[in-house]
């Protein structure tokens, strides 16, 4: 995969381990960080085929311990964030209603 400005919402940094295989890994700042729209949308539907993503929030062992449990990029999801999507949901099913009646 080539990274560049116009992917988003892909982690930023993918490794493979040959003995605990991959690993796509995402850097937020603990004390203040927000998931980008791309990811928002992205990351859920990845969740779905099995794709694991973990997020660590400096360089210290306690961070890196986290490469090794289940993913963890949910417990940083904040609540917010699915009721944006949910609303937005609901203005592209009455466009979709609206486009659809005309």
Do not use: C, S, V
């Not at 995969?1 to 690993?23: S, T």
């Not at 603990?30 to 990811?39: D, L, R, S, V, W």
């Not at 289940?70 to 949910?86: L, S």
């Amino acid at each position: 995969m080539i990274g560049n400005a116009l992917q988003k919402g892909i982690p930023d940094i993918y490794i493979i381990h040959p003995k605990h295989g991959y690993r796509w890994i995402d850097l937020k700042n603990p004390k203040g960080y927000e998931f980008t729209i791309a990811q928002r949308i992205k990351w859920p539907i990845w969740e779905k085929f099995g794709m694991k993503i973990y997020i660590i929030t400096g360089w210290t062992d306690e961070e890196y311990d986290k490469l090794f449990g289940p993913a963890n990029w949910r417990q940083y999801w904040k609540t917010k964030y699915t009721e944006q999507t949910e609303e937005l949901d609901q203005d592209l099913q009455e466009l979709f209603d609206e486009f659809k009646n005309d």
